[in-house]
């Protein structure tokens, strides 16, 4: 076992958990990504993309990165949710403008016949990243390890890539759902064991991103991703060396299920920019924090204007809860992961606004009590 | 003033109005379109995609191959909703194996200032072609007209084609909301005068396709594309020779804001495969109809999984109310348009299930009434 410094900042696990915090906590989704000039350089230096992650140095100062540039309450580690399928043998490379694609997608009864859980030793990789992570943070904020959805990685194994209609994973679905629950279930248990590791690497807080859970049909939502998110939630360890390790749960385009969402076994639930967080914290109440919601283009938009729509996102989920016990949080992030061209300069602005009105907020409320 | 033969089948146009229907009727977004081999032979013949939606005796034919195939409920005009951007002199085409494309886009504010509501003449085409077409019916069908709201038409006209990101249209949006709202107005005056025209040529129901609006934010939904469509809505002709002409809204996307749109001055709003009807119905109450929202990717299943899953969505609805005055009804559509890889015949498939199954539904009523 390896010892790790004292965390400095608990923000954002403390909201992850319906803590009280001093102000709201902020991270963003791919803050370690293109936007920023270091990254780029780094990425120029690595050659590939996975040549960038796979390397633990190189994964581990990118990481880095935003937190050395920003306030920012929590690091995410530097990885991509296409590491499980590549270790189940898909064969996965970025071609350069392109996006992700695999040598061997999955697209028939006997592909996914052949399918196992991977062995966990061919994502050392990312093991290693992470307690690499803990050990250069020094504390400073806690780390976020994360996965794809099962149904999400389960779009790019089917599909081989990116798609806009998923035509070939909504075949299978809507054709032969039994063989999609059997690529399902191997996915679940895959990034469940995945997740187990990341944690028993360091990460403080893990997080599944379904990222294409909102191109479902009602119902099929709930069937084909939901089901096997609560699959992956059930076989988490709880804790880790007594402490509690908080779970995130992320479906893009989700906002029309976070009824069905607030009975996942999880701590919080993000939602994208067109939920309304006054109406989404009514729906899940005290069960769940809440993570999001601002739309990344904002970011886009000079520096009076982000201030003005990050004020109204913090606003629009209101006071948190003050006193001692369990009760509403906020974790501040975009609805979606920042896009490559956004200014840098932008996110500083974003943070400071972030920590003072929410500061702000809370002063307020102690005058007002 | 041109006189038409009488309408033999009017359930859509009653389902429209919220009257009782024997069957739900169905009709399905993009139906003229590339699935079907004789469009796909006239396309051919046509060369381009705006030769075909600009020549009269194409578009009249092109409109009908779908009405000829299958027992459809309505036919919808052969065109663009590009169309009126393009009358501004944005300049429209269609690179083969991309999407449209405008040689003059709208990027700031002395393009914004330079742009004003088209001359209907330069869309007389489509009139033309809505005349034509309504002959061609003999009143087998009603004929909806269309065009694309005033924010799904910014988005074209800022990025110069389609779009991932958004990343100008909402630069534009977060920067200069002033300027972005003098587009829109002007786009939704436009809208209006090009809709009413569509009725003066014999459209008998009109829909704004509000495509892109489910790519907004919570509360810039709102400002930026609800209140354009309102705005459209607040200028159409309510009746045209005496007959109501029903205004149907679709927001892909839109799922999360029916609470919103349920205060428009429309009659059907549509639906895409996100939302649960039934909660859609209980939002809604009595006040709208329903349009929707078969998943297109269902059309790819062999036909028992089409008739399990189209059988779902109208049990989803419930039964349509079956008495003289006005209540709750369903039109039955995709979630969005019809997809070129779908198999033809499995379009029969679905529009015979749709009828037999919804006027079996309304006997099991009078059976247990």
Chains 1, 2 share one sequence.
């Not at 803590?19 to 791919?30: E, F, H, N, V």
């Not at 996965?92 to 040598?103: I, T, V």
């Not at 187990?196 to 379904?210: L, P, R, T």
């Not at 939901?226 to 988490?236: H, I, K, P």
Request: glycine fraction near 8%; aromatic fraction near 8%.
């Amino acid at each position: 076992m390896t010892c790790f410094a004292p965390l400095q900042n608990d923000t954002f696990l403390r909201a992850c958990l319906r803590q009280s915090t001093d102000y709201t906590p902020i991270w963003l989704m791919r803050q370690a990504g293109r936007f920023l000039p270091e990254y780029r350089a780094m990425r120029a230096k690595a050659g590939s993309f996975m040549s960038l992650a796979s390397n633990v140095d190189y994964a581990t100062e990118v990481t880095l990165q935003p937190v050395d540039r920003f306030a920012l309450d929590a690091a995410i580690v530097f990885s991509d949710i296409l590491t499980v399928p590549d270790a189940m043998g898909l064969g996965l490379s970025f071609a350069p403008g392109e996006g992700p694609r695999f040598a061997h997608p999955v697209q028939d009864e006997d592909a996914v016949a052949r399918l196992t859980v991977p062995d966990m030793n061919k994502l050392r990789y990312v093991f290693e990243a992470i307690t690499s992570i803990r050990k250069a943070l020094q504390g400073r904020v806690p780390l976020i390890g994360f996965a794809g959805s099962p149904w999400t990685l389960a779009c790019y194994m089917v599909e081989g890539a990116s798609s806009s209609h998923y035509r070939l994973v909504k075949t299978m679905l809507y054709s032969r759902p039994d063989v999609m629950h059997t690529l399902l279930k191997i996915n679940a248990d895959a990034v469940a064991l995945y997740l187990n590791s990341q944690i028993e690497a360091g990460a403080q807080a893990v997080m599944i991103f379904d990222s294409w859970g909102g191109v479902l049909a009602d119902g099929a939502f709930q069937e084909f991703s939901l089901a096997y998110t609560r699959r992956v939630l059930s076989q988490l360890h709880p804790t880790f060396d007594g402490v509690r390790i908080p779970r995130l749960v992320f479906t893009k385009g989700g906002g029309l299920w976070l009824d069905d969402m607030k009975t996942l076994d999880c701590d919080v639930l993000g939602v994208d920019w067109t939920v309304n967080l006054t109406r989404a914290r009514h729906c899940v109440g005290d069960s769940k924090a809440l993570q999001g919601n601002l739309d990344p283009s904002v970011l886009f938009a000079p520096p009076a204007h982000i201030e003005k729509e990050a004020i109204r996102v913090l606003n629009a989920f209101g006071q948190p809860h003050t006193g001692s016990g369990l009760g509403a949080t906020h974790i501040f992030n975009l609805g979606h992961g920042i896009n490559e061209h956004t200014p840098h300069e932008h996110v500083a602005t974003l943070v400071q606004v972030v920590h003072d009105h929410s500061r702000n907020m809370r002063q307020l409320n102690h005058v007002t009590v």
